[in-house]
T-cell receptor, first 114, second 113 residues
Framework: EPEVTQTPSHQVTQMGQEVILRCVPI?????FYWYRQILGQKVEFLVSFYNNEISEKSEIFDDQFSVERPDGSNFTLKIRSTKLEDSAMYFCASSPNSGGYEQFFGPGTRLTVL | GESVGLHLPTLSVQEGDNSIINCAYS??????FIWYKQESGKGPQFIID?????DKRQGQRVTVLLNKTVKHLSLQIAATQPGDSAVYFC????????????FGKGITLSVRP
């Protein structure tokens, strides 16, 4: 069964450093998402992406964040200058349809900012 | 603002009993409501969804009920098993251009042997 994969599973970085979180969505999906989950809290939407551009972004997704689909398979989230409060689980999701109600999530990357 | 929330933070049930997990939502414009299961260290896993024009939908051992009058959503798990132990989230979505999922707070389901 096809699944969304994410690397790395755990990323530790120093405050102020740049990190890139990588995702490989399911191959025939066209709609991509990033969510984050701070420990013990609910999952929060960050950004949606379709046709090589951002469809929507939340207020969390400020200028420090960017997304890219550098090739036909990867979907990345970059945090330019990490802050302590960026520590969270980051989930990538993909969907085959524009409605977005069938979103398949990856296992997540745990980002720890020291 | 609009939100989706859960009534109880934890639920403990005996193995074999039925579980009912409740959720309240406030966005009456939502098209779909979805239940996700999240096991430790994993991403949310789709369980079942229901369109806003339906009242009930059944899957394998799970049933979702939607009461639009009181904006209430519930997940019923029949014959709860140890493998059902996880955090459960309800989520809502307004399909179309604005297709982000809005999650409620999770509720932990603990199954006693």
């Amino acid at each position: 069964e096809p699944e969304v994969t994410q690397t790395p599973s755990h990323q530790v970085t120093q405050m102020g450093q740049e990190v890139i979180l990588r995702c490989v969505p399911i191959s025939n999906h066209l709609y991509f998402y990033w969510y984050r989950q701070i420990l013990g809290q609910k999952v929060e939407f960050l950004v949606s992406f379709y046709n090589n551009e951002i469809s929507e972004k939340s207020e969390i997704f400020d200028d420090q964040f960017s997304v890219e689909r550098p090739d036909g398979s990867n979907f990345t989230l970059k945090i330019r200058s990490t802050k302590l409060e960026d520590s969270a689980m980051y989930f990538c999701a993909s969907s085959p349809n524009s409605g977005g109600y069938e979103q398949f999530f990856g296992p997540g990357t745990r980002l720890t900012v020291l | 603002g609009e939100s989706v929330g859960l009534h109880l933070p934890t639920l403990s049930v005996q193995e074999g009993d039925n579980s009912i997990i409740n959720c309240a939502y406030s966005n009456s414009a939502s098209d779909y409501f979805i239940w996700y299961k999240q096991e430790s260290g994993k991403g949310p896993q789709f369980i079942i969804d229901i369109r806003s024009n339906m009242d009930k939908r059944q899957g394998q051992r799970v049933t979702v009920l939607l009461n639009k009058t009181v904006k209430h959503l519930s997940l019923q798990i029949a014959a709860t098993q140890p493998g059902d132990s996880a955090v459960y989230f309800c989520a809502e979505i307004s399909t179309g251009a604005n297709s982000k999922l809005t999650f409620g707070k999770g509720i932990t389901l603990s199954v006693r042997p």
